[in-house]
């Protein structure tokens, strides 16, 4: 056997020694060369976790997840195939972060193999991997940056053995580029014809070679295009919609009229079957069940459906009594005010919907003694083994398939749709491709809860000597593994005590950035029965915006400039560097006409740090601007995001990333909520639901990476949200001269019509041939 | 069952199907052409935008029976036979961009594209902010800058 070399230490320099890694290499029995790689050793990166006053500083939401996927990281594998391909099944779910794009330039890279000849696909629930299948918390890049590179860098290392073998020369003589071996003598031979004499019968350990340093990439840091781009331009892509499985015919259910109601009586069940193209009728936990030849031969039937409905959860419940239930549950400060001293200021966020675009959909195939399932899954070993219980089935003869999302924010965590498909596929019978309507999404999908966050800060002797915030939410649930992770890991989080889920990834993901004395934030939740859920950046977006327009405030109250102010406060250098570059590029200061103002918000989480600058147009003109069917109001007019990603693998993509959240943002401070009335939201669809379109969307768009500051990626996915949203609202605060403290700023006006709530989802138009153009 | 004809992607096909049906689940469900998404069913997200005799339109709020067998519906598979090329301009300008993140909505947005840069080259004028805020397909991702770039540059070569 080898000798086990160390890999390169990674440089990163911060007192977290879960980056000081090791792997063991293995070259796995199969037809062409496979490469496996495993973690070893996470004691160590266990014995250097720190004691912190904050813990995000040091231990983060990401360090979490790095822990609890470090026993069983190493158990991927990298292909080499005949053709001179590489494939690489992902443990991680791509709902457009990118990922996929990411990880074939992590092997292009060590492999030395272009870029298109790499290709990703996703894996299938592995329960082998335990806690090392869950995508969330943008933890992705950081926890298989290492794994999957050092794979690659094997498999290149075992071709060039191949073939040094078959030419009878030293391996160190040998070269490698653009999928090629080569010899100085001119001889050469392709990846494809030695993946299979570089094969093995039997799995053996081999080296672990040193990966290449940052000054020797040519494909990670470059910005690239991503790799599924062609096929979705060319609607060649297939997403779940787009998926077909022999016999899973569309599926869709009528639903009750309030959040998690039940099924008392299904009254024309016989007649329904009867319809044009309806095969299948069946009354399920949360609605009755609809199977056609078509989706649109469901919506008819959902439209002629007639039920009695049980009771949902949150019946009594609307956004009046969930605001005073929150209010109620608020904790106190600990600090006494110091009357002119003091700033104490209270915001409330309305409930937010994380629904994708692509509805929520899964194809399940359930026979007597085995199932298998086709869904966009975050956490597909959850998925799996939540769907075997349900089923009566063993974990094993389930088999879940995860497939391309469009568009996750948070939805995919969970399985809802796919438990959904598994229950109706077994009560018929038969397999379905169940979706649930627009209308389903965000009616009955999950949401991000109402919250408060109470802030005060106290200044003494022109310093501010305390922050305290208390963040109230209704609970948001973390069911869907995360919450596993954390129990697998307890012992090893630097956050103290009894915390529950939720508080201790509140704890974990949130730290002021500020210098101001004693700090403390802390998060109670009140329990009502809502479909609740991480939303892209959790906590952060509320959190940091509550806490940046205390910040102006502050500024003001000591006569200071709000970048000026920060500049004092900040204490960490990377924030420093991306404010100060933001306020030079964002020309911090500009003279602008009344009801225009700049705004900006620095955020630090997952190992990246952000700062984000807009201009907003607050003038009546812009405000009052007539959008059909849609909400104008304020509009954010300029936008700049300079971003400090540690690393930054792909800046095309992580800057794709940024420019999302900045959208993300304007809808959670301006436009996007739901109204909950009499237990379950108003809105039905994307012109109730006022996500950020066309015309609400920045006109100029700037995103500046900064040079590395690392040689590891932070996170990125979610990074974008928070500052911008306090961007946005510190901006709207100037612009008007009124600080905002309601979000978004125009919940208070209901600006549509809503849809009944029975028929669950309403029936489709017949006058699209009137509004062509 | 009625049959209903028209000429998808340049060839004639025709379906058994009832006239009520919406076009957007004739070319999924029934015929497997799935560029065209389903993102609400109620002509607001426009992730089924195709075409109708060159002109952009939601197949999710038109029955079946209100197509003509002479009409031409083009679905994001057929445009680039439109120009006769492996690519349309369009989808050239989206790669160059990069402008796909997740790409449930970029079908739907490259056909509402083409088609409001068509309408404002009739009118013989070059395409606008204005122009651009008027279309009302919803990106979840949030791509629009890129996607105003690329409608920028497309035009030009279209």
């Not at chain 1, 943008?138 to 078959?166: C, D, E, G």
């Not at chain 1, 103290?496 to 934030?521: K, R, W």
């Amino acid at each position: 056997m080898a000798e086990q070399r160390r890999s390169p230490d990674n440089s990163d320099t911060r007192p977290g020694g879960l980056r000081r890694r090791r792997f063991l290499g293995f070259l796995l029995a199969a037809p062409t060369l496979a490469i496996g790689v495993q973690l070893i050793d996470p004691k160590q990166a266990d014995a250097a976790v720190p004691s912190p006053p904050l813990p995000e500083e040091i231990f983060d939401l990401g360090d979490l997840q790095n822990l609890a996927a470090a026993p069983t990281a190493g158990l991927i594998s990298v292909v080499v195939n005949a053709d001179g391909t590489a494939s690489f099944a992902a443990h991680r779910a791509e709902v457009g972060q990118g990922m996929t794009t990411a990880v074939a330039m992590m092997i292009a890279e060590e492999l030395d193999l272009p870029l298109a000849k790499v290709h990703v696909t996703l894996a299938d629930a592995r329960p082998e991997l335990l806690m090392n299948q869950l995508t969330g918390g943008s933890n992705s890049m950081r926890s298989i940056f290492l794994p999957v590179r050092t794979a690659a860098a094997i498999a290149r290392q075992q071709l060039v053995a191949a073939a040094a073998k078959q030419w009878n020369v030293a391996p160190a003589a040998l070269s490698t580029a653009n999928g090629m071996v080569t010899h100085p003598n001119g001889q050469s031979a392709g990846y494809g014809a030695l993946a299979v004499s570089a094969a093995a019968t039997t799995t053996t350990q081999v080296a672990v070679p040193k990966l290449k340093s940052p000054a020797q990439f040519t494909i990670l840091g470059t910005p690239r295009n991503r790799i599924d781009a062609h096929d979705i331009v060319t609607g060649r892509k297939t997403f779940g919609m787009d998926m077909r499985v022999p016999g899973a015919l569309p599926t869709m259910v009528a639903r009750p009229p309030t959040i998690n109601g039940t099924v008392v009586a299904v009254q024309n069940a016989a007649a329904i079957r009867t319809m044009p193209g309806v095969t299948d009728v069946a009354a399920v936990s949360h609605g009755v069940a609809v199977r056609a030849q078509t989706f649109g031969q469901c919506i008819d039937a959902i439209q002629a459906l007639q039920v009695t409905w049980g009771p949902g959860t949150v019946d009594t419940q609307s956004d009046a009594s969930v605001l005073a239930a929150l209010k109620k549950a608020e904790l106190p400060m600990v600090v006494p005010p110091l009357l002119a001293q003091t700033v104490d200021a209270e915001f409330t966020f309305a409930f937010a919907s994380n629904s994708p675009l692509e509805p929520d959909n899964a194809i399940a195939d359930v026979r007597a003694d085995s199932a298998e399932i086709w869904s966009s899954l975050k956490v597909p070993i959850v998925a799996q083994q939540e769907i075997a219980a349900q089923l009566g089935l063993p974990p094993s003869a389930v088999t879940v398939h995860v497939v391309q999302g469009g568009g996750s924010f948070g939805r995919h965590l969970f399985h809802d749709v796919a438990a959904e498909a598994a229950e109706i596929s077994q009560r018929m019978g038969k397999a379905v491709k169940l979706s649930w309507s627009r209308t389903d999404d965000f009616r009955q999908g999950r949401t991000h809860p109402m919250c408060t966050s109470r802030v005060r800060a106290n200044i003494l002797l022109g310093n501010v000597v305390t922050y305290e915030q208390r963040h109230t939410s209704v609970q948001t649930s973390f069911s869907h593994g995360l919450g596993e992770m954390i129990t697998s890991t307890a012992a090893k989080l630097p956050v103290a005590g009894n915390l529950g889920f939720a508080e201790t990834i509140f704890e974990l993901s949130q730290s002021s950035p500020y210098n101001f004395g004693v700090t403390t934030q802390l998060l109670n939740e009140v329990p009502l029965e809502f479909n609740t859920g991480s939303m892209r950046n959790i906590y952060s977006p509320n959190v940091v915006c509550a806490q940046e327009l205390v910040v102006d405030r502050l500024a003001a109250k000591m006569g200071k400039d709000p970048v000026e102010f920060r500049r004092e406060y900040l204490k960490d250098p990377r924030l420093l560097a991306v404010l100060n570059k933001a306020a030079e590029v964002g020309d911090w200061g500009a003279k602008l006409p009344a009801g225009m103002a700049q705004g900006i918000g620095v955020h630090a989480e997952y190992q990246g740090a952000i700062a984000s600058l807009v201009e907003i147009d607050c003038t009546p003109a812009t405000v009052n601007r007539q959008i059909q069917d849609g909400i104008g109001g304020p509009r954010v007019t300029k936008a700049l995001i300079v971003v400090d990603p540690g690393f930054a693998i792909n800046p095309r993509g992580l800057e794709a990333q940024m420019i999302g959240g900045m959208n993300d943002a304007i809808a959670l401070a301006l436009t996007s909520s739901l109204h909950i009335k009499d237990g379950i939201p108003l809105e039905g669809s994307w012109d109730n639901y006022f996500f950020t379109r066309e015309w609400n969307t920045p006109l100029e768009m700037q995103v500046i990476v900064m040079p590395s500051t690392s040689t590891s990626p932070s996170g990125a996915g979610e990074l974008g949200v928070a500052p911008s949203f306090a961007a946005i609202a510190c901006a709207y605060a100037r612009a008007t001269g009124t600080m905002p403290t309601s979000f978004p700023i125009n919940h208070g006006t209901l600006g549509f019509t809503p849809y009944p709530l029975e028929p669950s989802t309403p029936q489709s138009p017949v006058d699209g041939l009137t509004k062509t153009f | 069952m009625p049959s209903h004809s028209f000429i998808l992607n340049g060839t004639q096909v025709s379906v058994d199907v009832d006239d009520d049906v919406r076009l957007l689940w004739v070319l999924r469900d029934l015929l497997g052409v799935t560029g065209p998404k389903y993102g609400c069913g109620l002509d607001v997200c426009k992730a089924c935008t195709s075409h109708i005799n060159g002109k952009a339109f939601n197949p999710c709020s038109v029955p079946v029976s209100q197509i003509k067998p002479a009409d031409e519906i083009t679905t994001i598979e057929g445009l680039p036979a439109t120009v006769g090329q492996d690519l349309h301009p369009m989808q050239e300008a989206w790669l160059d961009q990069d402008v796909a993140q997740c790409g449930y909505c970029q079908p739907g947005q490259i056909m509402a594209a083409v088609a409001k840069v068509k309408q404002v080259k009739a009118e013989g004028r070059e395409i606008t902010d204005d122009d651009l805020d008027q279309i009302r397909n919803i990106c979840r991702c949030g791509t629009y800058s890129r996607i105003r770039a690329a409608i920028k540059a497309g035009a030009q070569q279209m």
